[in-house]
């Protein structure tokens, strides 16, 4: 049974730093691809960022393209959100997504979701 397990998250000021983690468990993840979605209070969920993890082609949303960055450790079968710059617009739950075979940007096509960590940014 695949499990996701999200930490990192935090309270930052505006222009401030923080790196998410999402810890997969449960199968072999080579032909996965994983994502992270945020939702804001009142907002919908939307995607963020999404990594491959055979080859490591990533993708990106254009609300956080140049100021967050996406990997992964293969030994650790662990995600990372490196996101920094942050704006008070980026305050959300973050949820860590996985899927078998192509990387989305819909969060409907995921499998397995964690439970969310949450950021806060003030300004």
């Given amino acids: 049974q695949v499990q996701l397990v999200e930490s990192g998250g935090g309270l930052v ?3 401030g730093s923080l ?3 999402c810890a997969a468990s449960g199968r072999t993840f080579s032909d996965y691809a994983m994502g992270w979605f945020r939702q804001a209070p009142g ?12 080859g490591g082609s990533t993708y990106y949303a254009d609300s956080v393209k140049g100021r967050f960055t996406i990997s992964r ?3 650790k079968n662990t995600v990372y959100l ?5 704006k008070p ?7 860590c997504a ?5 990387l989305y ?8 979701w964690g439970q969310g960590t949450q950021v806060t940014v003030s300004s």
Avoid at 43 to 53: H, L, T
Avoid at 89 to 95: K, L, M, P
């Fill in 43 to 54: 907002k919908e969920r939307e995607f963020a960022a999404g990594i491959r993890w055979s």
């Fill in 82 to 86: 490196q996101m920094n710059s942050l």
């Fill in 98 to 102: 996985a899927r078998r075979g192509m």
């Fill in 73 to 75: 450790d293969n030994a």
């Fill in 19 to 21: 790196r998410l983690s």
């Fill in 105 to 112: 940007n819909i969060g409907s096509k995921y499998d397995y």
């Fill in 89 to 95: 617009e980026d305050t959300a739950v973050y949820y």
């Fill in 13 to 15: 000021q505006a222009g």
